[in-house]
Every structure is written in structure tokens, then in C-alpha cells.
């Protein structure tokens, strides 16, 4: 297997961290609230004025409407409903987008809505539908290997296969739940080993020690986290010493 020269890195913006400004000058894409879970319009406007001062791609990352517990709470919603959700959401960013001269380029769905799409194919197909009806033109960010990425293709959609720095596996390639232990891998050496097998090998391993095959077409890089910068340094680093490029392709 031939090793990845390059990378996609994106990181979730507008949530109310403080780091959002410094994040964006490592990463390549942005994922930016659109109101569901977190952000508003102003925040948005700004998350966008950023992203074009530093050069970085933009993306909507739309949710439930769950302001309340942030994105993730499960609801069970007919397909419909997270049709005009996500179309709605997706609107508002696209507007802003338009207002500072910028173009929304992907959607990365968040939180509960995303981990949901990932294994119920009805939920990613109406997700997918949505993302296709504002503009066929836009990637479409999913977990790798999951319903999501499937239901992208299925209706024309360039996909873009998602991995997890800091998230630890399950077996079959779903990311192990936040309630569980193991969910979340708290040393930075662990993520960065992790990171790069996934990269340049195409494979992670499962919390309980199995090979997963992954395609990682791009890294998320939480930001909210005690230390994102510098974890976030740490990794462009990382890809440099390897002669991995960061870019949004």
C-alpha cells in the first residue's frame, strides 16, 4: 500500500471555544455551527470572516435541535423533518457565506445526528438528500465506512471518509460512545500514533486489540479539548516529519 502524501485536517468551529481563531491557522477545513446545537448568526458570520483570513475550506456542521445537551441527545425524527432541518441549517450558512464572499464547499453533520447517520441508512439518505437538494456540489462528511458515506454516494455526492484523532474504535469501525470508557484517548502520544496508522496505513485498532481497515480521507481535530492547540501543533508536526501535506484538496 502506497502511503497518503496528503491529508485533509478539519476542526468544529463556532461552539463557543476561545481557541477557534489560533485552530484555524492548523487546520485546512472548518466545520462551522449553524445554530442547532450551538453559534448563531454572528458567530457564523465571524467563523466564516476567519476561515477566509487563514485560507481554510468551509463546511456546515449541522445537528438536532438540541441546544440544550449540545447536539447529543438521540432523537428518533421522521426523515422528512431532518430533511428540512438539515436544508435549513445549511441555508443559513450559505447566505453568510455569500454576504462576505465566501462559498460553503462541504457538511459534516454534528454530534448525535452525526453517530445516528452513521449506522441508520433511512437517517443518512435523508441527511444526504438534503446535502444534494442545496448543492450537489458539496462534499459530504462521514464517519469512515459508515451509512453516511454510503448514502452520499448512493445519491451523487462527493464523499469525504472521516477519522478520529482522539476518538477510540469499535471493532466495526464506529466510534466507541462517550459513555463507555475508552471512548476518548487522553494521551497525546496514543492520538498521534493512532492518527498516523490511520493515515498511512489505512487501519486502526479496536479498543479490544482488533485491525480495522479505515479510510481516512480527512482528521478531525477537537478543539475543545484541554490542549487542542497544542495537540494540534504537535500533529502538523507529525504529518511534516512524514511528508504528509495538510490541505483540503
Avoid at 497518503?4 to 463557543?16: C, I, P, Q, R
Avoid at 442547532?36 to 463546511?59: C, E, N, P
Avoid at 453568510?96 to 433511512?122: F, I, W
Avoid at 495537540?231 to 490541505?247: K, N, T, W
Wanted: charged fraction near 20%; glycine fraction near 8%; charge should be negative.
Amino acid at each position: 500500500m502506497v502511503a497518503k502524501t496528503t491529508v485533509d485536517l478539519n476542526a468544529d468551529l463556532g461552539e463557543g471555544c476561545a481557541n477557534d481563531e489560533a485552530l484555524l491557522q492548523r487546520v485546512s477545513s472548518a466545520n462551522i455551527a449553524c445554530g442547532f446545537h450551538a453559534g448563531d448568526a454572528q458567530t457564523m458570520q465571524q467563523s466564516i470572516r476567519w476561515a477566509l483570513k487563514y485560507g481554510v475550506a468551509i463546511g456546515a456542521h449541522p445537528s438536532f435541535p438540541d441546544r440544550e445537551n449540545f447536539g447529543r441527545t438521540a432523537m428518533q425524527l421522521p426523515p422528512e423533518t431532518v430533511f428540512a432541518q438539515v436544508v435549513y441549517q445549511l441555508g443559513a450558512l450559505a447566505a453568510l457565506c455569500r454576504s462576505e464572499g465566501a462559498k460553503m464547499v462541504h457538511v459534516k453533520p454534528h454530534g448525535m445526528l452525526y453517530n445516528q447517520a452513521a449506522t441508520d441508512a433511512q437517517l443518512a439518505d435523508a441527511i444526504a438528500r438534503a446535502v444534494f437538494a442545496v448543492d450537489p456540489a458539496l462534499k459530504l462528511v462521514g464517519l469512515a465506512g459508515s451509512e453516511l458515506i454510503r448514502a452520499g454516494n448512493r445519491v451523487g455526492l462527493t464523499t469525504r471518509q472521516e477519522v478520529f484523532a482522539d476518538r477510540g474504535y469499535q471493532r466495526d469501525g464506529t466510534l466507541v460512545p462517550r459513555s463507555q470508557p475508552g471512548a476518548l484517548i487522553e494521551s497525546d502520544e496514543l492520538a498521534l500514533q493512532q492518527t498516523l496508522m490511520m493515515v498511512q496505513q489505512q487501519a486502526v485498532i479496536s479498543r479490544d486489540a482488533v485491525r480495522v481497515p479505515v479510510q481516512a480521507d480527512t482528521v478531525c481535530l477537537h478543539g475543545d479539548g484541554q490542549h487542542a492547540l497544542e495537540f494540534a501543533r504537535r500533529l502538523c508536526d507529525a504529518f511534516r516529519e512524514q511528508g504528509i501535506v495538510v490541505s483540503a484538496g
